[in-house]
């Protein structure tokens, strides 16, 4: 904890839109769970579940809804979302380090590359032919940014990411380590002596407010672009193959692979090792539960899923596994009896 760091629960609230109950001068240097707070923390209530520790909790102050406020003996700042507020408050105490804006020595930077002199570029980092870094531009160790990329203002690339030629990155992005963007798309044109490698011309535009996380990689446009439109989230280890597009504000978790030419809606919801086939159209609003395969265009909103998620003892999933092979004879059975009955 920052013991410099330090905020009046007046302040906490005007920047989260709520009302102080308590103390409003009561300063807070930092954000805890209601289990572990102490009196210099804030904490918060997100889930009902954890109700039970407000009774018990020693924090400083917690973020509650009104409801919740009414019966809470200590501090509190009131708001309609708590859990929004704990996000957007995050950052006050955020300890990820702090740069100052310049170039490393050991950076390796084409002549023809333009840097504004707000960017922090890192320890070797490499910035090939005709590149553009905006404003406010942080780059730590080891990233690569590839000929006439440009990366967007305040957009922050963690260490060793690795951006392709022609990829345009949005403004205030955040890319966590290992993410690889632009690189070629799996095309593949089969011949009598194997298979022949297809180039691919097209390039990656990333949109504003877009977070890709660790080893996520988001492979360029056959002909062109693959995209992830304004404000879409992806988590780490996700494959975006060639010609994707990622709509405006989806989310999108773990080892989730989506083929090539699908576009994915705005405002979907795509939940951890689900999978897309190629050249689909999902439609904006769309949520699919975990390991949801998706072999078909979804042209309607709601909540999609497929597959037996349910774990269970070995011995017991075999016997399922054997009854699944069997549906198709039995059904023809069934229809047999039927027919026979009529």
Same mark, same amino acid.
């Given at each position: 904890?920052?013991?410099?760091?330090?905020?009046?629960?007046?302040?906490?609230?005007?920047?989260?839109?709520?009302?102080?109950?308590?103390?409003?001068?009561?300063?807070? +240097?930092?954000?805890?769970?209601?289990?572990?707070?102490?009196?210099?923390?804030?904490?918060?209530?997100?889930?009902?579940?954890?109700?039970?520790?407000?009774?018990?909790?020693?924090?400083?102050?917690?973020?509650?809804?009104?409801?919740?406020?009414?019966?809470?003996?200590?501090?509190? #700042?009131?708001?309609?979302?708590?859990?929004?507020?704990?996000?957007?408050?995050?950052?006050?105490?955020?300890?990820?380090? +702090?740069?100052?804006?310049?170039?490393?020595?050991?950076?390796?930077?084409?002549?023809?590359?333009?840097?504004?002199?707000?960017?922090?570029?890192?320890?070797?980092?490499?910035?090939?032919?005709? *590149?553009?870094?905006?404003?406010?531009? +942080?780059?730590?160790?080891?990233?690569?940014?590839?000929?006439?990329?440009?990366?967007?203002?305040?957009? !922050?690339?963690?260490?060793?990411?690795?951006?392709?030629?022609?990829? =345009?990155?949005?403004? !205030? @992005?955040?890319?966590?380590?290992?993410?690889?963007?632009?690189?070629?798309?799996?095309?593949?044109?089969?011949?009598?002596?194997?298979?022949?490698?297809?180039?691919?011309?097209?390039?990656?535009? #990333?949109?504003?407010?877009?977070?890709?996380?660790?080893?996520?990689?988001?492979?360029?446009?056959?002909?062109?672009?693959?995209?992830?439109?304004?404000? *879409?989230?992806?988590?780490?280890?996700?494959?975006?193959? !060639?010609? #994707?597009?990622?709509?405006?504000?989806?989310?999108?978790?773990? @080892?989730?692979?989506?083929?090539?030419?699908?576009?994915?809606?705005?405002? @979907?919801?795509?939940?951890?090792?689900?999978?897309?086939?190629?050249?689909?159209?999902? *439609?904006?609003?769309?949520?699919?539960?975990?390991?949801?395969?998706?072999? =078909?265009?979804?042209?309607?909103?709601?909540?999609?899923?497929?597959?037996?998620?349910?774990?269970?003892?070995?011995?017991?999933? +075999?016997?399922?596994?054997?009854?699944?092979?069997?549906?198709?004879?039995?059904?023809?059975?069934? =229809?047999?009896?039927?027919?026979?009955?009529?």
């Amino acid at each position: 904890m920052n013991e410099k760091i330090s905020y009046s629960l007046a302040d906490i609230a005007e920047r989260v839109g709520g009302a102080v109950k308590g103390d409003p001068d009561y300063r807070i +240097r930092g954000i805890a769970t209601l289990e572990d707070a102490t009196a210099e923390h804030l904490g918060f209530l997100a889930n009902p579940v954890y109700a039970k520790f407000l009774s018990t909790t020693q924090a400083g102050a917690v973020l509650l809804t009104e409801k919740e406020a009414s019966d809470f003996q200590g501090n509190a #700042v009131v708001l309609a979302n708590p859990y929004l507020g704990y996000a957007k408050l995050s950052h006050l105490f955020d300890p990820c380090p +702090r740069v100052s804006a310049g170039i490393h020595a050991s950076a390796v930077i084409s002549a023809s590359a333009e840097i504004d002199d707000s960017a922090s570029i890192g320890p070797k980092v490499v910035i090939e032919d005709g *590149a553009n870094i905006g404003a406010g531009v +942080r780059l730590d160790a080891g990233v690569v940014i590839g000929a006439n990329s440009v990366v967007g203002e305040n957009t !922050h690339l963690f260490a060793n990411v690795t951006v392709y030629h022609g990829v =345009k990155l949005g403004k !205030h @992005c955040i890319i966590q380590s290992g993410a690889v963007i632009g690189g070629d798309g799996f095309g593949l044109a089969p011949g009598p002596d194997g298979w022949h490698k297809i180039a691919q011309t097209g390039g990656v535009i #990333v949109g504003d407010n877009v977070e890709i996380g660790a080893n996520t990689t988001i492979d360029r446009g056959a002909l062109g672009n693959t995209e992830i439109r304004d404000g *879409a989230k992806l988590d780490n280890l996700i494959q975006i193959a !060639h010609n #994707v597009i990622v709509g405006e504000g989806t989310v999108i978790a773990s @080892c989730v692979g989506i083929s090539g030419s699908t576009k994915i809606g705005k405002g @979907c919801i795509i939940a951890g090792q689900a999978g897309f086939a190629g050249h689909l159209d999902i *439609a904006d609003n769309v949520q699919i539960m975990g390991q949801g395969t998706v072999t =078909k265009s979804i042209k309607e909103p709601g909540v999609y899923s497929s597959g037996a998620g349910a774990v269970m003892p070995t011995r017991e999933w +075999r016997k399922h596994a054997v009854r699944f092979r069997q549906l198709d004879e039995m059904a023809k059975r069934l =229809k047999n009896l039927e027919s026979d009955q009529t």
